[in-house]
């Protein structure tokens, strides 16, 4: 059965600066997507970045990109010039095909002035 | 981008009570919804998955006498918990799968309701 770790329960980051969060997976299959969720005080799931197992390349979206590394299954999310509205829960997400999202336990990541 | 609501946000209900949580898909037509519970500082627990016109596949633990889920349109899944009880108080979270069944389509989320059972 597929898997997914987050090992950080908890990260902190000075506002400005860069963050990364780990997230690791296990799976036996070799097409899939892997996703990072932001879950705000507000409770509502917001989809950060997306990756498709299939592309070598990074994604990026503005100040979020992950690192990829397919052969290791590791997922890690950098979030670069970091803003107190980044503070939030993060979690990553394991999907196969039109399966379900498989979740993580969550970082808390904190942003401070 | 697509948005997917979910009514209401809170809810309290007696115990013994029958409570009922929509979830819609307002621009797109999902034929796929997920619906999740979330305790405090917790993951997200999926629940079961919601096909348009069919039984819903309920995961392991999930009793799916308990939580009854109809999804009867393309845009329209609903959650009903059934003589709630206090310990069915919690965070549940729906989410909709847009078009058809195509590989890595991206899966919306609502904004969540609270039930609290008294």
């Known amino acids: 059965a597929q898997t997914v770790t987050q090992s950080q329960p908890e990260m902190s980051v000075q506002e400005a600066e860069t963050v990364t969060l780990s997230c690791t997976y296990d799976?036996?299959?070799?097409?899939?997507?892997l996703f990072w969720y932001k879950q705000p005080p507000s409770r509502q799931m917001i989809l950060v970045i997306r990756?498709?197992?299939?592309?070598?390349q990074n994604a990026t979206e503005n100040r979020f990109s992950v690192n990829f590394q397919k052969a290791a299954k590791s997922f890690s999310l950098k979030i670069s010039d970091s803003q107190l509205g980044d503070a939030a829960m993060y979690f990553c997400?394991?999907?196969?095909?039109?399966?379900?999202?498989?979740f993580g336990t969550g970082t808390r990541l904190q942003v401070f002035p | 981008g697509a948005v997917v609501s979910q009514h209401p946000s809170w809810v309290i209900c007696k115990s013994g009570t029958s409570v009922k949580i929509e979830c819609r898909s307002l621009?797109?037509?999902?034929?796929?919804m997920f619906w999740y519970r979330q305790f405090p500082k917790q993951s997200l627990m999926l629940m079961a998955t919601?096909?348009?016109?069919?039984?819903?596949?309920?995961e392991q633990g999930v009793e799916k006498d308990k939580f009854l889920i109809n999804h009867a349109s393309l845009t329209l899944s609903t959650l009903t918990v059934t003589s709630a009880h206090p310990e069915d108080s919690s965070f549940y979270i729906c989410?909709?799968?847009?078009?058809?069944?195509?590989?890595?389509?991206?899966?919306?989320f609502g904004e969540g309701s609270w039930l609290t059972v008294v």
């Open positions: 989410s909709a799968r847009e078009g058809q069944y195509t590989s890595g389509n991206t899966i919306y």
């Open positions: 799976t036996s299959e070799s097409d899939y997507y």
């Open positions: 990756q498709e197992a299939y592309k070598q």
């Open positions: 997400a394991y999907r196969r095909g039109t399966d379900k999202l498989i």
């Open positions: 621009d797109f037509q999902a034929t796929t």
């Open positions: 919601s096909n348009e016109g069919s039984k819903a596949t309920y």
